[in-house]
Structure formats: structure tokens, C-alpha cells
Nanobody, 122 residues
Framework: VQLQASGGGLVQTGGSLRLSCAAS????????MGWFRQAPGKEREFVAA????????SIANSVKGRFTISRDNAKSTVYLQMSSLEPEDTAVYYC????????????????WGQGTLVTVSS
């Protein structure tokens, strides 16, 4: 199983980015997908998750109204659209695949990508 996250980079406050996570080696449409992030010196935290067919999503309160999660099962890819970015959003963003959810718990996800760095400058 491989989850390849991309799309991170440096952006100014108020800017936007779209992260992508391409999955291989798993039956993508049968897995719940999630995004988590980890800032320096902090624990990994939940950002967003989406059900197998995309009908249900869960979004962290800290990013609600600014971030949107979506998926394209035909491309085995999950996306995280981020807008109105703030310096507090600076972190390494990880995608993950699991069987139950959409869950906010890291323990529900069996597979993790390598992460992509998002840096928001003030």
C-alpha cells in the first residue's frame, strides 16, 4: 500500500492550496480516507475525513469553513482544498486510509502517507 501526498508548499496568509493523495495497492473505494497534520512540537491532529463514496465528511472545527475534503474513486485520489490559510495551519499534512469512519482518531487508520509540508507565512 502506498499513499503519495503532494501539493504542499509555501503560501501567504489568506492564500489557498490543494493537497492530493494518490493511493495504490488498496481497494480505494472501500476505504475511508482522512487528512491529519502535525506542527513542530505538537501531536498529530485530525483535519478531515471522507466516507467511501464521499457522501459523508467530517471536518475539524479549527478548519471548518476553510477546508474541504473530496475524493475521486476513479483516480484513487483524495483531495484537501485549503483556503484562507493562516500561519497556524503550518504543518506536515498526512493522508491516511482506514476501514471505519469517517473517523477523527488516528487509531482507525491503518495506512499513512509520507506527508507534505505546508508553510503559511504571515
Amino acid at each position: 500500500v502506498q499513499l503519495q501526498a503532494s501539493g504542499g508548499g509555501l503560501v501567504q496568509t489568506g492564500g489557498s492550496l490543494r493537497l492530493s493523495c494518490a493511493a495504490s495497492g488498496l481497494a480505494f473505494s472501500t476505504d475511508v480516507m482522512g487528512w491529519f497534520r502535525q506542527a513542530p512540537g505538537k501531536e498529530r491532529e485530525f483535519v478531515a475525513a471522507i466516507s467511501r463514496r464521499g457522501y459523508s465528511t467530517s471536518i475539524a472545527n479549527s478548519v471548518k469553513g476553510r477546508f474541504t475534503i473530496s475524493r475521486d474513486n476513479a483516480k484513487s485520489t483524495v483531495y484537501l482544498q485549503m483556503s484562507s490559510l493562516e500561519p497556524e495551519d503550518t504543518a506536515v499534512y498526512y493522508c491516511a486510509a482506514g476501514r471505519y469512519g469517517p473517523s477523527m482518531s488516528t487509531t482507525e487508520y491503518a495506512y499513512w502517507g509520507q506527508g507534505t509540508l505546508v508553510t503559511v507565512s504571515s
